[in-house]
Nanobody, 122 residues
Framework: QVQLVESGGGLVQPGGSLRLSCAAS????????MGWYRQAPGKQRELVAA????????NYADSVKGRFTISRDNAKNTVYLQMNSLKPEDTAVYYC???????????????WGQGTQVTVSS
């Protein structure tokens, strides 16, 4: 069993910052790409940012470039999302996703966290 647990969401004023964390635990052999997605009410879930296993390659949605930074700590099986200059349109439930192999030679699959609410409002 693998679990992803997000934390760090909350209510913040426009222009403020939040840092999301997502820790993976359980039967983990290797973690490949990790990413953050978000889903606003009435909208489809969208990719916010992703990072490769070594941390050297990242990609971001155009709407968050220059404001959000994704990083990971492989020793802790954790991915982070630093969100600065937050805007009301960043309001959504944020989910982390991790591509994980549970044993050597087993195909790796995607696991999702339960989501954390981020609300940007004055």
């Amino acid at each position: 069993q693998v679990q992803l647990v997000e934390s760090g969401g909350g209510l913040v004023q426009p222009g403020g910052s939040l840092r999301l964390s997502c820790a993976a635990s359980g039967s983990i052999f290797s973690i490949y790409v990790m990413g953050w997605y978000r889903q606003a009410p009435g909208k489809q879930r969208e990719l916010v940012a992703a990072i490769n296993s070594g941390g050297g390659n990242t990609n971001y949605a155009d709407s968050v470039k220059g404001r959000f930074t994704i990083s990971r700590d492989n020793a802790k099986n954790t991915v982070y999302l630093q969100m600065n200059s937050l805007k009301p349109e960043d309001t959504a439930v944020y989910y982390c996703k991790a591509d994980i192999a549970t044993r050597l030679g087993v195909r790796h699959v995607d696991y999702w966290g339960q989501g954390t609410q981020v609300t940007v409002s004055s």
